[in-house]
């Protein structure tokens, strides 16, 4: 059907004699089966089936029934990606603590999964457990972020966070000096309030660079990039905001720390000062 790179195929099946996933799509595309079952593997496949939710469909051998809607979302450069890998700073059994790589998505797309923590954190424990995104961190930063367990933990962990019951610290170097040495932003973003405060820690007159501390108030997209970039002084190595701002070593944005009561043990967690905060 397509010999693209990047290329999408949705087909309701046929009541006819039954095929495998990984035949029916090798016979309706132009991909060699050892590359569909890579893309299955991937996450790159769907299936709907009859009374059920729409699902990533990974085993090559399912056998195909009439009605099912088969769907998949080729991306040959996403496929051949290698991700940075997450490491599980903490398990709590219904949720984990985790410092997530530059570079490694929160979740995944329709296109795949692998690149994204989530699966890793699936994949991670065994027996498996579900897994259940509570906050986002931008692909292109690093640091720690939560992935609840069941159902009732990504609602009570989501709650936290809608709240602001839980306190979350970024470490970032930004171009320029920055002047004061505790400040806020209070600029608007889409339209809305937004409040970031800054720290400044450390002051590199060599590469004209600040390191600040910051925390936020509330949570608009890629606040403190575009906060920091609305002022003059961009994050280092942002793709996206920013000028003069580039960086061999990726973006300089790192979630440093997480503080917040538990809401199944009633314990004060403090999830700070691990040494790869260092490394940035």
Known sequence: MSSQQRFSFKQTIAAETPHSCCDYLAEHTALSKSKIKDAMLKGAVWISRRGGKRR?????????????VLELYYDADLLRIVPPEAQCVDDQRRYSVWFKPSGLMAQGTEYGDHCALLRQAE??????????????????????????????AAARLSALFRDNLIAKRYRVRVRGEVQQYEGEIDLPL???????????VDYDSGSNVTTLEVSIATGRLHQIRRHFAMIGHGVMGDPRYGSDNKNRDGMQLIAVGLRFRCPFSDRDMDYAGHDFFTKT
Not at 129 to 150: I, K, N, Q, S, T
Not at 190 to 200: E, F
């Open 123 to 152: 994949n991670h424990f065994h027996p498996r457990r579900p897994v259940f995104l509570v906050h986002r961190l931008d692909r292109e930063a690093a640091g720690l972020m939560l992935v609840a367990h069941d159902g009732q």
């Open 56 to 68: 990533r469909l990974r085993r090559a051998s399912a056998i195909l029934q009439a009605g099912d």
């Open 190 to 200: 889409d339209g809305k309030a937004a409040l970031s405060r800054y720290a400044r």
